[in-house]
């Protein structure tokens, strides 16, 4: 079993909709998770992060966190064409990364 | 400008020559890390280091080495490249473990 299983996608919204995007992870002493942005040919950049149950929100970003289900999720409000790009998740289990392979988010104009 | 370099960016080689791809961080950053990242697997971590001397095996470790003699470098070295480690490779840095995490250009390694 992977560590962080994301959906592949592509997922595909309008633009102006709301794009959820979900991952959920394996092992329970997983105390840090992230949410990277990768647009094609370019490295991640961070997005988001949450260590808490509950929202966390970020101007249009809002993860989610929920850790008696092993849940992390990010809405993205108002999607835009530039917020194409792959999303991905991951989290921290003594003091290493593991990433899920990514989901696809494609906003079309 | 605050920034993770990597070098080469682009390297086609043969199975079984050494190679050392090097990252460089200006911004101080105590975590360092390697990964590769191939389709359909996502980021996986190779090694990653906590502090100067301070190195540990990430999730595939197997047929890489990497030493952190200095703050700033993090070099990744195959000491016997096969085909298989064909992959695009990201170093990042990062102040402390769960702090920003900031990647390289990524090194697009090819091994024949």
């Known amino acids: 079993q992977k560590e962080v299983e994301q959906n592949s996608g592509p997922l595909s919204v309008p633009e102006g909709a709301i794009a959820s995007l979900n991952c959920t992870y394996s092992d329970r002493v997983s105390q840090s998770f992230f949410w990277y942005r990768q647009y094609s040919g370019k490295s991640p950049e961070l997005i988001m992060s949450?260590?808490?149950?509950g929202d966390k929100e970020d101007g249009r970003f809002t993860a989610q966190l929920n850790k008696a289900s092993q849940y992390v999720s990010l809405l993205i409000r108002d999607s835009q064409p530039s917020d194409s790009a792959t999303y991905l998740c991951a989290v921290i289990n003594f003091n290493k990364f593991y990433f899920g392979s990514g989901t696809k988010l494609n906003v079309k104009p | 400008e605050a920034q993770v370099t990597q070098n080469p960016r682009y390297l086609i080689t043969v199975t079984g020559k050494k190679l050392t791809v090097t990252c460089s961080q200006n911004?101080?950053?105590?975590?360092m890390s390697w990964y590769r990242q191939d389709p359909g697997l996502g980021l996986r971590q190779i090694y990653y280091?906590?502090?100067?001397?301070?190195?540990d095996k990430g999730d595939v470790p197997e047929g890489y080495k990497v030493s952190r003699k200095e703050k700033r470098n993090f070099p990744l070295i195959l000491e016997s490249p096969s085909p298989n480690q064909t992959s695009l490779y990201f170093c990042?840095?990062?102040?402390?473990?769960?702090?920003?995490?900031?990647f390289g250009p990524g090194t697009r390694l090819t091994v024949l």
């Open positions: 280091s906590m502090n100067v001397e301070v190195t």
């Open positions: 949450i260590y808490s149950n």
């Open positions: 990042a840095s990062s102040l402390a473990l769960t702090d920003t995490q900031y």
């Open positions: 911004m101080n950053h105590e975590y």
